[in-house]
């Protein structure tokens, strides 16, 4: 996760590699967590609460779940979504 970056968007990293988030919200009160997991729901067309948060709530690396998609749908979503 980048927090205050320029514009709000999903990279994925180079050969398929960990997901970078980038979102223009501060690391201040949970807003750039919350900006993750909107940012995240959209790019792969699921409700907000579908993403949740399981690790590394103070930090930029996140351990995240997404209910109800299975990782083929997940790639294929996110690869649709460049």
């Not at 990279?11 to 201040?28: D, E, F, K, S, W």
């Amino acid at each position: 996760m980048r927090p205050r970056a320029a514009r709000d968007e999903v990279v994925i990293g180079p050969g398929g590699g960990p997901l970078r988030v980038r979102v223009t919200a501060p690391p201040v009160g949970g807003a750039a967590n919350e900006a993750v997991r909107a940012v995240l729901a959209r790019a792969l067309g699921c409700p907000r609460s579908a993403v949740e948060i399981l690790r590394g709530a103070t930090t930029r690396t996140k351990l995240v779940r997404i209910v109800g998609l299975s990782p083929e749908e997940l790639r294929a979503r996110l690869t649709a979504a460049e």
